[in-house]
């Protein structure tokens, strides 16, 4: 690893959140927060495209360090974009607030869907 790639990651990575918290916002001003759509929307589209371009380029995990578009694109954008911690931390106010049911099918279908839109990002990518 070289300094820069530690300035690439944190670049991306600070472009990525500020990115996540703007498409957040617009989503839940536009449907509401009931099913946190704006989490399910970032966390799906991020599988997506990291899929994608990792697909389209043949990165595998052992390619992750030492380029920019590992570095800047994929750990650092694409990575503060996406928010796994988040998704958890819904599921558990949904369960607090006795939705139960809904935190189980917020997980359940934001795991299915970010898997099927990583499937469908390497298909198209290889297509």
């Known amino acids: 690893m070289h300094a820069i790639d530690i300035l690439w990651v944190g670049l991306g990575g600070g472009v990525g959140s500020l990115l996540r918290w703007q498409v957040g916002r617009l989503i839940e001003q536009w449907v509401g927060a009931a099913f946190k759509v704006s989490t399910l929307f970032i966390n799906v589209s ?7 371009i990792s697909a389209l380029l043949s990165m595998g995990w052992e390619d992750r360090f030492g380029s920019v578009i590992a570095s800047l694109v994929l750990t650092g954008v694409l990575g503060g974009y996406t928010t796994f911690s988040t998704m958890q931390l819904d599921a558990v106010e949904m369960a607090e607030a006795r939705h139960h049911v809904r935190a189980m099918l917020y ?18 990518a290889r297509a």
């Open 46 to 52: 991020g599988a997506f495209v990291i899929a994608y």
């Open 107 to 124: 997980l359940v279908t934001s795991v299915g869907l970010g898997l099927l839109a990583a499937g469908a990002g390497v298909m198209l």
